[in-house]
């Protein structure tokens, strides 16, 4: 079967290429290569910066808590207790902060007059132009020695459960503290990407539901809510990839110190991010290698996270 | 079961500017109704005003009375939600809840107010509004496929099952054929001719061989002059208002001298 059968079918068009054409065509696609470039880069410097130290190590990186880095034989150091305590700073700030994200996206977009609305969604907007060091500044002299009274009663009556397991460090300076500052440094993006999926669902569908007498928080269950799942789950994993990369306020608010501990209301647990940025400084012998192996474990859990926040995305779009 | 409507007075605004003009008829019950006249006339408008989906529109406002048998439905203490409940609404565009199944869609509006209803009650709930819309023939073997899977005028069918699920006594169609082609459109005109015994059915229409099929009686919209609000006419029966109109300006409509 031919396709080509149109007779006489145009001459392909082969008019001269303009030069202004050619130039910005050269840009972009550099551009669009710097930045693959930039990432590879990246990578293979953290490889290779890190190799002395991971070949050097006499432990398993992968499951020692230790990190005895700083010497120049035989250094025992690993990635265990920091993974754990930036996967679980980060999960704790997305289960509080994404229903808060959600009810200031909806209250946006469907409940509030137009001009809170906006007033409100620009608020939204600067609490990301915030620099992480105040939010730092802000954990430590503000936060911390606030929530050691709260600590103190969700360690009273919650104590059952590992998490809440007191007692309470006196000092406030915990993940918990550390995960309420990350809540409030990834609301904005993931308000942002659920307001703008909130503000695409079709009039019609949402005419629909109100045309059978739902009520506004039933139109929002049966037409919001469900076109918007993808935006809502892409935004709450772009904010979880800010909240494990988050260095200063982190490494602010957390004492210097390393374990495993589901315990959140006690100092202790430290996250990768905070452990490069205080022990960069005082790193000799293998430490700076080790702190780049460290690196590259967060490089790794950043890409999944937001490799997989894409992939949501996509996919909901496709459906929809 | 079918009510009647009565409207007397009826102005609806969008913000200051004044969309329907002082418009007075009543919808007498198991019958159709159609509206005709061209584009940006206020019939849709005031369809929407019938149930207060007008209020969904940002500014929107309407003056007068309406009353769905003795239900003066802008009364004071009346909830919007209610009335729409008693009053549904199948718009032009067919819109199906696009993450729903079939069977999920039908029942989705029932379950707001009966959340409680057993599996069989739901399963009869769905077949005998699937009957009802024509469509049960159609889906009955994949009922918990998505809806958005099946073809226009399916879909359309769907979504008036769906609006009949909740039980209304009145249906408001906004164009409800206008986006589909001449077989799906007679499936739904069939449709609306079975309806008719059960309920108070008012179709906005541009075609005016469909109100001329469907409907028992018809009005006529028109704007008194452009950027004017719009006004009813003339209403009546469909035979007459096609045949011996009273007024020269529906006249001109309806054998298209019209500018």
Redesign the interface.
């Known amino acids: 079967m031919t396709t080509t059968d149109a007779p006489q079918a145009a001459p392909p068009p082969t008019g001269k290429r303009r030069i202004g054409d050619v130039v910005f065509a050269g840009l972009a696609r550099s551009s669009g290569l710097l930045i693959l470039l930039i990432l590879a880069g990246v990578a293979a410097f953290l490889i290779v910066q890190a190799w002395p130290s991971l070949a050097a190590n006499t432990q398993n990186f992968l499951t020692t808590q230790e990190w005895e880095a700083n010497v120049r034989e035989d250094p025992a150091f690993g990635i265990a207790a920091l993974a754990f305590g930036t996967v679980l700073a980060a999960t704790i700030a997305l289960v509080m902060a994404t229903p808060v994200a959600i009810g200031i996206a909806l209250f946006i977009v469907y409940y509030a007059p137009r001009r809170l609305a906006s007033l409100l969604g620009y608020m939204v907007d600067l609490l990301a132009a915030i620099p992480s060091v105040v939010y730092g500044l802000w954990g430590i002299g503000f936060l911390a020695p606030q929530l050691v009274p709260v600590f103190e009663s969700i360690s009273r009556y919650l104590g059952w459960i590992p998490l809440f397991a007191g007692p309470p460090s006196p000092s406030g300076r915990t993940l918990l503290t550390a995960s309420v500052a990350l809540a409030v440094m990834i609301l904005p993006i993931i308000t942002a990407m659920s307001r703008d999926v909130f503000q695409q669902v079709p009039q019609g569908h949402r005419e629909a539901a109100l045309a059978m007498g739902a009520t506004r928080w039933e139109m929002i269950r049966l037409a919001v809510l469900p076109f918007g799942k993808s935006g809502i789950v892409g935004g709450a994993m772009l904010g979880m990839g800010r909240a494990l990369g988050e260095t200063m306020a982190v490494a602010m608010i957390l004492s210097p110190s390393l374990s495993i501990s589901w315990n959140v209301l006690q100092s202790g647990n430290q996250t990768i991010a905070g452990h490069i940025a205080l022990q960069y400084p005082e790193a000799t012998g293998y430490g700076v290698s080790a702190l780049i192996a460290a690196g590259l474990v967060l490089f790794a859990i950043t890409l999944i996270v937001n490799m997989a926040a894409r992939y949501v995305v996509a996919r909901g779009n496709k459906e929809a | 079961m079918a009510k009647r409507i009565d409207v007397s007075g009826l102005n609806v605004f969008y913000g200051d500017f004044k969309a329907v003009e002082d418009v007075s008829m009543t919808i007498e019950p198991r019958s159709v109704t159609a509206f005709i006249g061209s584009s940006g006339c206020g019939k849709s408008t005031f369809l929407r005003a019938l149930?207060r989906?007008h209020e969904?529109t940002?500014g929107a406002s309407a003056q007068g009375k309406v009353l769905l048998d003795d239900l003066d439905i802008y009364g004071p203490d009346v909830d919007p939600?209610?009335v729409?409940?008693?009053i549904?609404?199948v718009?032009q565009?067919a819109?199906?809840?696009?993450?729903?199944s079939i069977y999920d869609n039908v029942i989705?509006?029932a379950r707001?107010?009966n959340s409680r209803m057993s599996k069989s009650q739901a399963d009869d709930l769905v077949e005998e509004s699937l009957r009802g819309a024509n469509l049960w023939e159609e889906v009955k073997e994949r009922l918990n496929k998505p809806g958005a899977g099946l073809s226009g005028g399916q879909q359309q069918r769907l979504?008036i099952a769906?609006?009949t699920a909740?039980k209304p006594s009145v249906l408001l169609m906004d164009e409800p054929c206008s986006a589909l082609d001449p077989i799906s459109t007679l499936a739904i005109e069939d449709l609306i001719h079975n309806m008719k015994e059960d309920y108070t059915i008012v179709i906005v229409t541009h075609n005016m061989q469909q109100a001329a099929r469907v409907s028992d009686r018809t009005a006529f919209f028109n704007l008194s002059a452009p950027g004017k609000p719009g006004k009813l006419i003339e209403m009546g029966e469909t035979n007459q208002m096609f045949t011996r109109p009273e007024q020269k300006e529906t006249e001109n409509y309806i054998t298209g001298r019209f500018g």
């Open positions: 149930n989906m969904v940002p939600v209610m729409r409940s008693e549904g609404m718009f565009k819109n199906p809840f696009p993450t729903m989705a509006g707001l107010n979504c769906r609006a909740v």
